[in-house]
């Protein structure tokens, strides 16, 4: 059995995910015709114009799209995705708060004079903070298991022996008697023999 301290700290912090994984982040970006946006490492991210019209083609993918006002496209490969504008317009890029948003994203000028890169969300979480939060997720998960395993035997280790145990062991016999261990009982059977009488009373077919 969990402690209620610790129910209740598992349940904040599900909670916390929970929010967190409904927050979704809109960055719009305005685009003069011919200027190019190249999206990096943006899989899960949407893209939905606003107005304007915009052609979309991904790293690895044969597939081409052309967004027209309330289309939308998501991003569904790692790599660099590629969006034009043929029409002056405003794109919005939608990450929802589940997902990773781009590791970079630029923007090129329709001459082919690079432009600024463009902030979206919060950013990546580095490898090793990925790594510490997910030992501290196991290591939780394991002392919660442990508790709850420790608090299921504890009442049966008290006397000795386990609930799947038909019949308690020797030891717990001779304890019991000498005043050691589990407490004296005269339900306890003297022998195995009596053991045996007593789940088995003869005749024995």
Same mark, same amino acid.
């Given at each position: ?7 209740? *700290?598992?349940?904040? !912090?599900?909670?916390? /995910?929970?929010?967190? =994984? #409904? ?5 719009? &970006? ?8 190249? &999206? ?6 949407? @893209? &939905? ?14 597939? !081409? ?16 995705? $590629?969006? $034009? ?20 994203? !630029? *923007?090129?000028? +329709? ?6 890169? &463009? ?6 979480? =580095? ?18 298991? +442990?508790? /709850? @395993?420790?608090?299921e035997r504890q009442p049966r280790l008290a006397y000795g022996w386990l609930a799947h145990d038909d019949a308690p062991p =020797?030891?717990?016999?001779r304890h019991s008697r000498s005043g050691h261990g589990a407490p004296p009982s005269d339900d ?8 045996? #009488? ?8």
């Open positions: 059995m969990i402690s209620e301290s610790s129910a209740s *700290l598992l349940s904040r !912090e599900a909670a916390l /995910a929970s929010d967190q =994984s #409904s927050v979704v982040t809109h960055k719009p &970006i305005y685009l003069d015709r011919g200027d190019l946006l190249r &999206i990096y490492d943006g899989r899960g991210t949407r @893209l &939905i114009p606003a107005s304007g019209v915009l052609w979309v083609t991904e790293e690895e993918s044969a597939n !081409e799209a052309v967004l027209m006002p309330g289309d939308s496209h998501r991003i569904g490969s790692t790599g660099m995705a $590629l969006a $034009l504008a043929h029409r002056t317009g405003c794109v919005v890029l939608e990450v929802p708060g589940d997902t990773y948003p781009p590791r970079r994203v !630029e *923007l090129v000028f +329709a001459g082919g004079a690079p432009g600024p890169r &463009i902030p979206v969300g919060t950013g990546r979480p =580095s490898a090793a903070g990925a790594l510490v939060a997910s030992m501290r997720v196991a290591i939780r998960n394991a002392i919660a298991r +442990a508790s /709850a @395993l420790w608090a =020797s030891r717990g016999i306890f059977p003297s022998s195995a023999r009596e053991t045996m #009488s007593r789940e088995f009373p003869f005749p024995y077919y």
